[in-house]
């Protein structure tokens, strides 16, 4: 679902992404770690097609982002880190807006508004001013805009920052509903949340790929955390 | 196309939802009115004066047509020297402020539904502003008997003319994520244009005609007087044209650098 190669990102003499090479295959849950700066957003940007990678090249679903953007954005549902929100839309109105754009139409788009209202447990505030929301709603909003058309792939860029104990254990159990059926790459800094939600992790450190492998290979005798701790031990 | 009419109505919506739009109008107004009613007290003046002289021959061209609303016309434009920035410079480098670009150029879109959403967006409201002063040249036919076909031609003409400055403006959006700068650079390029103008004077006369032809402000002068000429048209179509498609290469240059 998900073929990453040679991924390679400059910021000026900067080099965020390093030669990052990864897949993923349809169903799989995969778990982006790394200490801050690592390079996980920028790689996340890269792949959903917002930043332009230096070399490199993303495949979705086979298809060439870089050839056929559009083809391979519609199977893409994307959190950025900070949800991308407009403040005087209407919770409803704003995932209209983004329906649209994603290309739905009457019936199909008013029942993927209302399974995303309903996912992200957004009813209370359907009504509600974007500006009026607190930040963990605006989190559950940008998710709702994200599996809106319900894409095969979720690109979440730590999609349970902000949110209460109960939102992340929705959360949680809400990406386990779509494991299976859904191709996930969502970056968190909580091990034990990669730990329970995902299948795959993919250790990112100064911008290279340092550990990829299920999570069964890495619970092989030590935990995810000491793994984690030696891969990306501060040198 | 659906998809370029949903931008384009978020877009005008937000002029209305923020005070940006009322204010804009109503300096528009202000401006425009404060002008209109110059050209008023000066044509009573001179009516005055023409009556006291006595001499018939000197109305032949003096008319409400002639002295109010080419002049009016011609006010208008100057005016969107100042108040286009104004309205262009959050049409994107808001989105890039707000980080809502993120969503926009990751969601399905083709670079030409967001720059056409966003031209239509400001064409939409430039035309809401226009309309709103048509109060002024209705106030004319109450009170006089101008000719009304120039009232016509001279807003299509002001219409043509305010499209290619919101396709600089929007241009000006695309390079920037700060709104003063981009207010700035579009508000610089206008007065650029229009000092063309002014400084022909100076020039050879064949360099002058040259100029003259590019100006973007002569070619309000026919649709002013009443005529709807092709050239004029195709002129400032084609300045938008420009104007697009630079923006279109703003876009383009942020997508993949
Ligand atoms: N627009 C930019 N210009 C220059 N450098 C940048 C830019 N964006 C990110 N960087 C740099 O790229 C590197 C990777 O940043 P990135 O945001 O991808 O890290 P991250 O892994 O998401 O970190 P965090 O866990 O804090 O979210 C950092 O060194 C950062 O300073
Ligand atoms: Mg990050």
């Known amino acids: 679902m998900l073929e990453v190669s040679g991924l390679t990102k400059r910021y000026g003499d900067i080099l965020a992404v390093d030669d990052i090479g990864f897949q993923l295959e349809k169903g799989e849950v995969a778990a982006f770690l790394g200490p ?73 788009l008013e029942k993927a508004i209302e399974e995303a209202i309903d996912r992200c447990r957004l009813k209370d505030v359907r009504k509600r001013f974007v500006y009026a929301l607190s930040k963990g709603y605006r989190q559950r909003l940008g998710l709702a805009q994200a599996i809106l058309g319900n894409p095969g792939l979720l690109i979440l860029d730590e999609p349970t920052a902000g949110l209460d104990p109960a939102q992340i254990v929705d959360m949680r159990s809400f990406i386990l509903e779509l494991k299976g059926s859904h191709t996930i790459l969502l970056s968190t800094h909580i091990l034990s949340e990669a730990a329970q939600i995902c299948n795959r992790v993919l250790i990112i450190h100064k911008g290279k790929l340092v550990g990829d492998g299920t999570l069964e290979q890495f619970a092989t005798g030590r935990s995810l955390e000491e793994t984690y701790m030696s891969l990306v031990a501060y040198s | ?33 404060w002008l209109f009613n110059g050209l008023i007290n000066r044509y009573i003046m001179i009516t005055m004066y023409y009556q006291q002289m006595g001499n018939p021959s000197a109305f032949r061209d003096f008319n409400l047509n002639t002295q109010i609303l080419t002049p009016f016309f011609h006010n208008m434009v100057f005016v969107f020297i100042f108040i286009v920035p104004l309205f262009t410079m959050r049409l994107f480098a808001e989105e890039r402020k707000m980080r809502t670009d993120e969503l926009l150029m990751t969601l399905p879109l083709e670079d030409i539904h967001i ?56 241009f000006a959006s695309f390079t920037t994520e700060n709104q003063v700068v981009a207010a700035i650079v579009s508000f610089v ?24 032809y590019l100006s973007l402000f002569d070619q309000m002068d026919s649709f002013a007087k009443g005529l709807i000429a092709l050239p004029n048209i195709v002129y400032l179509v084609s300045f938008c044209v420009l104007g697009l498609f630079l923006g279109k290469i703003a876009i383009e240059i942020r997508r993949w650098r």
């Open chain 2, 115 to 170: 720059l056409m959403g966003k031209f239509f967006a400001g064409l939409s409201f430039l035309g809401i502003v226009l309309i709103s002063t048509v109060v002024f040249p209705i106030l004319l036919v109450i009170y006089g008997n101008p000719d009304v076909g120039p009232i016509f031609s001279g807003y299509l003409g002001v219409f043509l003319v305010g499209a290619a400055f919101v396709s600089v403006g929007l």
């Open chain 2, 1 to 33: 196309m659906r998809k370029t009419m949903t931008i384009a109505l978020k877009d005008l919506r937000a002029y209305f939802v923020s005070p940006i739009g009322y204010t804009v109008l109503s300096v528009f107004l202000l401006l425009t009115g």
């Open chain 2, 189 to 212: 390029i206008f007065l650029l244009l229009y000092l063309i103008n002014i400084n022909v004077p100076e020039a050879e006369s064949s360099f002058k005609s040259v100029l003259m």
């Open chain 1, 36 to 108: 801050n700066g690592a390079g996980k957003t920028t790689t996340l940007r890269i792949v959903t097609g917002y930043l332009p990678p230096t070399a490199g090249a993303v495949l979705i679903g086979g298809v060439d982002l870089r050839r056929e953007p559009t083809k391979a954005k519609r199977m893409v549902g994307y959190l950025p880190e900070i949800p991308p929100l407009y403040p005087e839309m209407r919770v409803e109105g704003y995932l209209r807006f983004v329906g649209k754009l994603k290309g739905l139409r009457k019936q199909e």
